[in-house]
């Protein structure tokens, strides 16, 4: 809910893609590294490409040799010898996107300065190769991806190296930059880094600013993440958008300040926005975290009363709230609702409706639902099974818990951790003790827990067992 | 006890769990029955339920009780007959706490 999907992102570069994946990257066989270029540069003439895929297939065999362990080694020297093997075995010439997939995958295992090294080497020895701002870009992304950087200098390096080449950095720099910060975990260097990139060269666009909001709510305290916005509304004039509300409003209410959150639908009406049903979605999730029913159907209500169309997710939201403030009935109401808007009930819809039945001990209604659930061509997924089998356990309906289990079994369905250990429990409570060690036989094998939670589980419930049996209490 | 708690427990005290996966050296028993000379309490509890399986050892008429046979006898104690929520602990007797 109110989150940016990646897909969003990616498709707009396609350097951020290349290094999607950059641990799969320097295993792959020699064939696909050199490939990778095609698949990531959709753009790019035909003709070229033809030409590059032939110079590859004569390529390969001859040089298969010491391909074949392709920067396997941080070592520099081992690269250029790579290189220079290829240059001379190549028949057709190379273009920059060889030359970026090459150093790309060496700038994946090796030191920022030997990927330096290896880019003067490879312009030396192949003079027709000019790097662009996509090769220095590469460098850029490398010297932010190291985890500890006092001051930001390899970073400023790169920087200078960049703009002394003829090449400043523009929002797809600062892009990369911050998502190579955010994920080694420098946000502070991230914020600096921005702030500066904006005043020298090119501000952040509205998907760098968004992302890089959305991981200081994660990891920052409000207060950072308000000083940031105001420092760059007072730099470059840049204003947080609808998706930046959603996400502050998301993160407010994901720790229970739901005063903030309201006071930031005020700012954000002021600002000219109107609320769409992703904003509502995320407060309704905020009210239904607190157990607040009554307020969650009021937000559908303001919902309806806007004009704003509910989607699935409003509707999910609304039942799972409703089921976990213990408000069963009202739910299922909606269930009916929901169904005469259009919207089709899904398997969370009816997880959680079974998870409010359960909590409420009605563990055979829950069954039933199950049984309507697939009647209705909604099959269940794991998530609700688990919830059936914790209901099943804690209403004592052992036997009802084993047959669903053996449906769990045959679906090849993992367990999770707080319905094994219940399921654990209850069997080792009704003397089946065979059946619990089945059971933990089934959790190691299907890898639905590690071996040391399932059998540590198992431990500590026949001792509290034997404890209970010497007390003379046992169920 | 709760299963939270139960978890808690685990994730809480590294010693627990270091007790459970810690490789340590067999006695002479124990070495000849699993074959290796060491091996970590939660390996020798999968090692030992494996082999009573296999040797099908859990009584037809009350799976909860393991008839033993004479390998499984030398190191459990030598008992003809043990219940399955025992093993745990049996086990546990051959991984003594280590001294401080």
């Known amino acids: ?475 | 006890m709760l299963p939270q708690q139960a978890k808690k427990a685990i994730a809480g005290s590294p010693k627990k769990l270091a007790n459970l996966i810690d490789l340590v050296n067999l006695p002479s028993t124990l070495r000849e029955f699993v074959g290796q000379s060491q091996i970590s309490r939660l390996g020798c509890f999968m090692h030992v339920w494996s082999y009573i399986k296999t040797n099908n050892l859990q009584d037809p008429n009350n799976r909860n009780v393991v008839n033993c046979d004479e390998e499984l006898r030398s190191i459990l104690l030598g008992k003809p007959q043990v219940e399955l929520s025992e093993l745990p602990m049996l086990i546990k007797l051959h991984f003594p706490k280590e001294p401080k």
């Open chain 1, 1 to 475: 809910m109110g989150k940016i999907p990646p897909s969003f992102r990616t498709a707009k570069l396609p350097l951020t893609s290349l290094l999607k994946n950059p641990q799969s990257l320097p295993k792959q066989s020699p064939n696909e590294t050199l490939d990778q270029p095609h698949r990531h540069f959709p753009l790019s003439k035909k003709p070229i490409k033809k030409k590059h895929q032939s110079s590859l297939k004569t390529l390969t065999p001859s040089s298969q040799n010491p391909n074949s362990i392709a920067f396997n080694s941080p070592n520099l020297s081992d690269a250029k010898k790579l290189f220079n093997s290829i240059i001379s075995t190549s028949p057709f010439p190379l273009d920059l996107r060889f030359h970026n997939s090459l150093l790309l995958s060496f700038s994946q295992i090796s030191t920022n300065s030997d990927s330096l090294s290896f880019l003067r080497h490879m312009i030396k020895i192949h003079p027709s190769f000019s790097p662009d701002l996509s090769t220095y870009n590469i460098l850029l992304t490398q010297s932010c991806n190291s985890p500890s950087d006092p001051d930001l200098s390899a970073v400023r390096q790169t920087l200078d190296l960049m703009v002394t080449n003829g090449f400043p950095p523009d929002h797809v720099s600062t892009d990369l930059a911050v998502r190579a910060l955010c994920s080694v975990g420098r946000e502070d260097d991230a914020i600096e880094l921005v702030k500066e990139l904006s005043l020298k060269y090119s501000p952040p666009d509205t998907f760098t600013y968004n992302y890089l909001i959305r991981h200081l709510c994660k990891t920052r305290v409000l207060s950072t993440v308000y000083n940031f916005i105001d420092e760059m509304r007072s730099l470059v004039c840049l204003k947080p958008d609808l998706v930046t509300y959603t996400i502050l409003i998301d993160a407010v209410c994901n720790s229970k300040n739901l005063r903030e959150a309201t006071r930031l639908l005020g700012v954000l009406g002021e600002a000219g926005f109107k609320p769409d049903c992703f904003l509502y979605n995320t407060i309704m999730k905020g009210y239904c975290i607190l157990n607040r029913g009554s307020e969650a159907i009021g937000v559908y209500k303001k919902m309806q009363e806007e004009g704003v169309e509910p989607d699935l997710v409003t509707f999910n939201t609304l039942i799972f709230g409703l089921s976990k403030a213990g408000r069963v009935g009202e739910a299922r109401k909606f269930l009916g609702v929901m169904a005469e808007m259009g919207h089709f009930p899904d398997a969370v819809t009816y997880t959680s409706l079974m998870n409010g039945m359960c909590r409420k001990g009605d563990a055979l209604g829950a069954v039933a639902l199950l049984e309507e659930m697939e009647e209705k061509g909604c099959s269940p997924n794991s998530c609700t099974y688990n919830t059936l089998l914790h209901g099943l356990c804690k209403s004592r309906l052992l036997d009802r818990g084993l047959e669903l289990f053996g449906l769990m079994k045959s679906g090849e369905m993992k367990l999770e951790a707080s319905s094994y250990a219940t399921f654990i429990r209850s069997l080792c409570r009704g003397g089946r003790i065979a059946d619990a060690y089945e059971v933990f036989d089934y959790a190691v094998k299907s890898k639905s827990l590690t071996d040391v939670s399932a059998y540590s589980v198992l431990e500590s419930m026949l001792k509290s067992l034997k404890k209970a049996k010497e007390q003379g209490n046992a169920c």
